[in-house]
């Protein structure tokens, strides 16, 4: 295939991506805009109000950046896992794997449709964060990498999960046991110096830390970590899951007997 | 020389719980031909059609598709083959039309120029009208015109059609025969497994047997129903008879008044058994095959064992 040829590939992958999620917004875009604005209600504004302020904002403002992220991280995961197991589990995984389509374009393909919904849900999300909270965002082009970037982490992770997934119980497993206890202990809620020692050397080991930081300083300008140090973290983490789900596709695992 | 539309060399496969589905399997399909490719349940036949089509790694031996490598020139072999696959293989929460265009852009065919294709062969499958339709809601026999409609979408060289009329209707069965035969007519080399014997009778030149993963027969249909040395034909009457008449050596046997079996060796004639018939003034209304011929040699080459029967003829 010529490189005009993979883009149409490309762009067919893409947008049969973002409409599978469109079509059932109900189920993908509405309940984090629901979580969302609970959590805002029951953490920011009720118990919130009792804690005062962290780096010098609200508890409420401070929450948001957080709070966004997750949402996107979630979503990214949730769009791609589900997308491509699905597809294993109706056999019309075959449709590309039989076509003369690399095996980087199908990649990129199911990845720019989970970063499509991060970005649709974390635009979203920032929507019902508004009605609470009146941040300013402190640095437009560091907001925007940490957004995109910390989509496509997650996309090709929910990738990667499920190509290796055998039954719809496997593409639960990582989410609720690893994916949600990382994000909860990433810094949501709280910020590390507020931690033990110990446990803020541990915290450091939590790769979303770096994530939920990095965002914060993009939309606030305060981080528990350095932004520079985060952006480096998360690219290389970008290149070892792309590197591993390549290899994943072209050695058909997962994916061919 | 002709090129070969596909060419394989003893392929094997042997799945990773150890299972070896494929022992060694050789075939050569002509381009432009109509071949069949049969076997028994679990002989191979769709390993090796995976194999072919990329949706299974092979564990050795060589494939060609018009003289293109799988191992080298892997993309070039995937955009000349078009599958039809056993099993459903879409997504049942797609429109139709969609499913087509979809497939057409994994190709590289701009959605415009997809478009066009999507309706040239929905039409000729009788699905434009179903085309806003979710593919969860056609019929099965709808649902394996689809298959036909996605795999020829790219327009591909080789059309390889596992079981394409199984749970068909005989109407629809008999539509796609005649699509079939059309676009094989038009030059598209067409690779057939089915259960139906007498479709690939009907269809097909040439004729690969697989079975425990090998291959115990391949040549040329006629060729092949040439063995068969003897024939029984139903031969029904116009008035009943109480008895059979003496037709000098022909095995007859009476099924009821109006209904005679009669075993003909291919060297005899029938012009031969009417004339005797008609000296007994017994008038033949018609007659038919009591058996598919390709079923009968195919249930005695099974009976009878396998690779021994090999006889290595190319057709």
């Given at each position: 295939m010529n490189f005009s040829q993979q883009l149409i590939a490309f762009n067919?992958?893409?947008v049969r991506e973002f409409l599978r999620f469109i079509r059932i917004w109900i189920q993908t875009i509405i309940p984090p805009a629901i979580t969302v604005a609970l959590y805002f209600i029951i953490f920011g504004q009720l118990i919130g109000s009792q804690i005062g302020d962290i780096d010098g904002y609200r508890y409420m403002d401070y929450i948001v950046p957080g709070l966004i992220l997750m949402a996107v991280i979630t979503n990214s995961y949730a769009n791609v896992v589900s997308s491509f197991f699905s597809a294993k589990f109706h056999k019309s995984i075959e449709e590309m794997i039989i076509s003369p389509l690399p095996n980087y374009i199908i990649l990129a393909g199911y990845i720019s449709g989970g970063?499509?919904?991060?970005?649709?849900?974390?635009?979203?999300?920032?929507?019902?964060?508004?009605?609470?909270?009146?941040?300013?965002?402190?640095?437009?082009?560091?907001?925007?990498?940490?957004?995109?970037?910390?989509?496509?982490?997650?996309?090709?992770?929910?990738?990667?999960?499920?190509?290796?997934?055998?039954?719809?119980?496997?593409?639960?497993?990582?989410?609720?046991?690893?994916?949600t206890p990382l994000t909860y202990l990433g810094g949501i809620f709280y910020s590390i110096k507020m931690l033990p020692e110990f446990?803020?050397?541990?915290?450091?080991?939590?790769?979303?830390?770096?994530?939920?930081?990095?965002?914060?300083?993009?939309?606030?300008?305060?981080?528990?970590?350095?932004?520079?140090?985060?952006?480096?973290?998360?690219?290389?983490?970008?290149?070892?899951?792309?590197s591993f789900a390549l290899r994943m596709l072209n050695r058909g695992i997962g994916i061919k007997p | 020389m002709p090129t070969n539309a596909l060419t394989i060399k003893a392929l094997?496969?042997?799945?990773?719980?150890?299972?070896?589905?494929l022992c060694g399997v050789d075939l050569d399909v002509k381009e432009g031909d109509f071949f069949a490719l049969l076997g028994p349940n679990g002989a191979g036949k769709s390993t090796t059609i995976g194999i072919i089509s990329s949706l299974v790694n092979k564990t050795s031996g060589s494939v060609q598709v018009f003289g293109h490598d799988l191992d080298t020139e892997s993309a070039t072999v995937r955009s000349l083959i078009g599958l039809v696959p056993q099993e459903y293989n879409f997504n049942i929460f797609e429109p139709v039309g969609e499913i087509l265009i979809n497939q057409a852009g994994f190709y590289g065919i701009s959605r415009h120029e997809a478009s066009q294709r999507a309706e040239k062969y929905l039409r000729k499958l009788e699905l434009w009208d179903k085309r806003f339709d979710m593919a969860?809601?056609?019929?099965?026999?709808?649902?394996?015109?689809?298959?036909?409609?996605?795999?020829?979408?790219?327009?591909?060289?080789?059309?390889?059609?596992?079981?394409?009329?199984?749970?068909?209707?005989?109407e629809i069965r008999h539509s796609m025969w005649e699509f079939m035969r059309e676009i094989n007519a038009n030059g598209t080399t067409i690779i057939l497994t089915t259960h139906y014997l007498e479709e690939a009778e009907s269809l097909c030149n040439n004729i690969a047997?697989?079975?425990?993963?090998?291959?115990?027969?391949?040549?040329?249909?006629?060729?092949?129903?040439?063995?068969?040395?003897?024939?029984?034909?139903?031969?029904?009457?116009?008035?009943?008879?109480?008895?059979?008449?003496?037709?000098?050596?022909?095995?007859l046997r009476l099924i009821?008044?109006?209904?005679?079996?009669?075993?003909?060796?291919?060297?005899?004639?029938?012009?031969?058994?009417?004339?005797m018939l008609s000296d007994c003034n017994i008038k033949v209304l018609s007659m038919?095959?009591?058996t598919n011929r390709l079923e009968q040699l195919f249930v005695s080459m099974m009976r009878n064992g396998n690779a021994d029967n090999y006889r290595g003829g190319r057709a």
């Amino acid at each position: 295939m010529n490189f005009s040829q993979q883009l149409i590939a490309f762009n067919t992958i893409m947008v049969r991506e973002f409409l599978r999620f469109i079509r059932i917004w109900i189920q993908t875009i509405i309940p984090p805009a629901i979580t969302v604005a609970l959590y805002f209600i029951i953490f920011g504004q009720l118990i919130g109000s009792q804690i005062g302020d962290i780096d010098g904002y609200r508890y409420m403002d401070y929450i948001v950046p957080g709070l966004i992220l997750m949402a996107v991280i979630t979503n990214s995961y949730a769009n791609v896992v589900s997308s491509f197991f699905s597809a294993k589990f109706h056999k019309s995984i075959e449709e590309m794997i039989i076509s003369p389509l690399p095996n980087y374009i199908i990649l990129a393909g199911y990845i720019s449709g989970g970063v499509a919904r991060g970005v649709t849900v974390g635009i979203t999300v920032t929507g019902v964060s508004m009605f609470f909270s009146d941040f300013q965002i402190h640095s437009l082009g560091i907001t925007l990498a940490v957004f995109v970037l910390t989509s496509i982490l997650f996309s090709t992770a929910g990738l990667i999960n499920a190509a290796y997934a055998r039954s719809f119980d496997d593409i639960t497993i990582i989410p609720t046991f690893v994916l949600t206890p990382l994000t909860y202990l990433g810094g949501i809620f709280y910020s590390i110096k507020m931690l033990p020692e110990f446990w803020q050397t541990v915290s450091q080991g939590n790769p979303i830390l770096y994530m939920i930081n990095a965002f914060r300083y993009g939309l606030l300008g305060v981080s528990d970590i350095n932004v520079t140090t985060a952006l480096i973290i998360i690219i290389a983490f970008i290149v070892i899951l792309f590197s591993f789900a390549l290899r994943m596709l072209n050695r058909g695992i997962g994916i061919k007997p | 020389m002709p090129t070969n539309a596909l060419t394989i060399k003893a392929l094997r496969k042997t799945y990773r719980n150890g299972t070896q589905a494929l022992c060694g399997v050789d075939l050569d399909v002509k381009e432009g031909d109509f071949f069949a490719l049969l076997g028994p349940n679990g002989a191979g036949k769709s390993t090796t059609i995976g194999i072919i089509s990329s949706l299974v790694n092979k564990t050795s031996g060589s494939v060609q598709v018009f003289g293109h490598d799988l191992d080298t020139e892997s993309a070039t072999v995937r955009s000349l083959i078009g599958l039809v696959p056993q099993e459903y293989n879409f997504n049942i929460f797609e429109p139709v039309g969609e499913i087509l265009i979809n497939q057409a852009g994994f190709y590289g065919i701009s959605r415009h120029e997809a478009s066009q294709r999507a309706e040239k062969y929905l039409r000729k499958l009788e699905l434009w009208d179903k085309r806003f339709d979710m593919a969860k809601e056609l019929s099965g026999g709808m649902k394996r015109r689809l298959m036909i409609a996605r795999a020829l979408v790219h327009e591909p060289k080789l059309l390889i059609l596992d079981e394409p009329t199984a749970g068909v209707d005989i109407e629809i069965r008999h539509s796609m025969w005649e699509f079939m035969r059309e676009i094989n007519a038009n030059g598209t080399t067409i690779i057939l497994t089915t259960h139906y014997l007498e479709e690939a009778e009907s269809l097909c030149n040439n004729i690969a047997i697989i079975n425990k993963g090998v291959t115990i027969e391949h040549t040329s249909m006629r060729t092949l129903l040439d063995r068969l040395h003897i024939e029984t034909f139903i031969l029904y009457l116009e008035e009943g008879i109480s008895e059979l008449p003496v037709c000098g050596d022909y095995q007859l046997r009476l099924i009821d008044g109006n209904t005679i079996e009669a075993d003909i060796a291919h060297s005899r004639s029938l012009n031969e058994l009417y004339q005797m018939l008609s000296d007994c003034n017994i008038k033949v209304l018609s007659m038919r095959n009591k058996t598919n011929r390709l079923e009968q040699l195919f249930v005695s080459m099974m009976r009878n064992g396998n690779a021994d029967n090999y006889r290595g003829g190319r057709a």
